[in-house]
């Protein structure tokens, strides 16, 4: 790396176009702020009050099916909703607003409540692998539905409301904002360059080897050049595809090995449930031809002391831009070095 890059710098977002600012030096500050208290990591295998697990009863008084691998349903209570009659609300173009529909689904990943991704068994993580593809065809079958976003929200310090091992699908009729932001970029290059965006950044990545933390048949987990968050990490699919309809069964197999070792390799840095939000981006749906697009999958954890320190996207960077302490390249020796045997298994 260049050497001005110990110092202050800035960084682009290849996916967005936007700036971070990268502080090295701002690693050694004491800490004397916020420490968050650690939830218990010691669960049982059924938990009868959870709404998630196999045969118990959900909010609304729904009973779940004695599921035996992951398990999908609309959300009780989903932010958007596929009935919402059709609105628009102008003033001056000043005050615009319009409705928006979609379909919010829950996936319970497995029907074991004491586990999370990385402590399931590989052919388990494979069942979700199958389930989000599945989910994805059958949703973009509806021709309002122009954009489906799979995630998942990690832990309770990220807002997730059930400790149980599940994921969500939105799916909704126009094009969230940073998905709109990547598409501008994707769309700019292959115009220019008649080659997909993600495709040249590996090339450049799998050379270099400063940010690769994995690297199979099929996929690539590395930490980006511009991460904003302290252990940031991006997925992406070595063969140029639009969405997960795509994948092969070798690369399903090969996509839940790198989810299954990536997070293995997060809790192993603090030996804790390590938080975190992740989803895919990938192609819009009933949208025309979309070929500039490339699958990948983003994660966004806040830890970075610590299991009880989190980063705080505050100040600066809710006022100007996303700022870090520890560089990228720090970041991806850390999460590189990292046993992918669970610390739990030791």
């Known amino acids: 790396m260049l050497s001005f890059l110990d110092q202050p710098h800035t960084r682009v977002n290849l996916l967005t176009g936007e700036k971070i600012l ?69 003033e001056g173009d000043l005050l615009r607003a319009e409705t928006e529909r979609g379909i919010c689904k829950v996936i319970s990943f497995t029907p074991r409540h004491d586990l999370t991704l990385p402590e399931m068994e590989l052919p388990a993580i494979k069942a979700v692998v199958d389930l989000w593809q599945q989910e994805f065809r059958e949703l973009s079958d509806t021709e309002w539905i122009k954009y489906i976003q ?46 997909s965006l993600l495709s040249a950044y590996l ?19 590395l930490v980006p050049f511009w991460a904003s968050w302290p252990y940031e990490t991006l997925v992406i699919s070595k063969r140029h595809v639009t969405n997960i309809l795509a994948f092969t069964e070798e690369e399903k197999e090969d996509l839940a090995k790198t989810l299954q070792e990536l997070t293995i390799r997060y809790d192993n840095i603090f030996q804790t449930s390590f938080p975190y939000s992740a989803g895919m981006h990938q192609a819009p ?25 989190k980063k705080f996207m505050v100040g600066y960077e809710m006022l100007a831009n996303p700022q870090r302490d520890i560089t990228p390249e720090f970041a991806a020796d850390i999460l590189r070095k990292q046993s992918t045997t669970h610390y739990k298994k030791k």
């Open 150 to 195: 799979i995630f998942e929200n990690k832990g309770a310090i990220m807002g997730c409301s059930n400790p149980h091992p599940h994921g969500q699908i939105w799916a909704q009729s126009s094009l969230p904002v940073e998905i709109e932001k990547e598409a501008l970029q994707f769309s700019n290059y292959y115009k220019a360059n008649a080659k």
């Open 203 to 221: 090339e450049i990545e799998l050379v270099k080897q400063e940010r690769i933390i994995i690297d199979n048949a099929h996929f690539v987990a």
């Open 22 to 90: 990268v502080s090295p030096h701002r690693s050694k500050r004491p800490w004397q702020g916020q420490v968050e208290d650690l939830p218990t990591d010691k669960r049982p295998e059924y938990d009868p009050k959870c709404y998630l697990c196999p045969g118990n009863s959900r909010a609304d008084g729904t009973q779940n099916p004695d599921y035996e691998e992951s398990f999908v349903f609309v959300n009780d209570f989903s932010a958007l909703l596929a009935e919402s009659p059709d609105g628009t609300y102008n």
């Open 285 to 309: 749906v009933n949208s025309g031809d979309q070929q500039k697009w490339h699958w990948h999958m983003h994660f966004y954890p806040p830890l970075l002391r610590s299991a009880s320190v």
